[in-house]
């Protein structure tokens, strides 16, 4: 897993971003941003399971094109590769990903996503690196697991997320 390049591109998109955005973090207030990147990691990954229709007891929607699904994949990753970058979780790697147990069910995989997310926020808010380092680790795990259900293997998703920074 090549996770270390992952956060160094988030690293230069966001910072060409702030090149060409008229609009400075400063302006917006550091509390404002720290929640923006929450609230769009949640609505992202949103996105993906009102794309999926798995929430839905009648159906779960088949035949979505995978590039759209990749699309939104992407969207959240970002935030999450954010998330990482801005609180100095970028130093896990592949085995610590890998060490987290798999889920099979993409509803379970959803919730626990959103518990993770919740949990994230508050571990930083309590300025308990470790425990919000352990919980960002599982969070991350579990999003590339979300990924695996929706039929994207790691390279696939790598491969990918080059090929929209290169456009």
Do not use: W
């Not at 009648?58 to 990482?84: C, H, Q, T, V, W």
């Not at 790697?93 to 997310?117: L, M, P, Q, R, W």
């Amino acid at each position: 897993m090549e996770l270390n390049e992952l956060f160094k591109i988030q690293e230069i998109i966001e910072n060409n971003i702030k090149q060409f955005s008229d609009i400075e973090e400063d302006i917006l207030g550091k509390e404002n941003v720290f929640d923006l990147r929450f609230l769009a990691l949640q609505v992202k990954t949103s996105e993906i399971a009102n794309l999926t229709k798995c929430y839905k007891y009648s159906r779960i929607k088949e035949n979505i094109p995978k590039e759209k699904l990749m699309i939104r994949y992407i969207d959240a990753m970002k935030f999450l590769l954010s998330i990482g970058n801005v609180h100095h979780f970028n130093i896990i790697n592949g085995d610590a990903i890998n060490a987290v147990k798999k889920e099979d069910s993409i509803i379970k995989i959803f919730s626990y996503i959103f518990d993770d997310i919740k949990d994230l926020k508050h571990a930083i808010l309590q300025d308990d690196f470790v425990y919000a380092l352990s919980i960002y680790i599982r969070l991350f795990a579990r999003f590339i697991n979300l990924g695996e259900l929706l039929g994207f293997s790691f390279e696939e998703i790598y491969g990918y997320y080059l090929e929209q920074v290169e456009l």
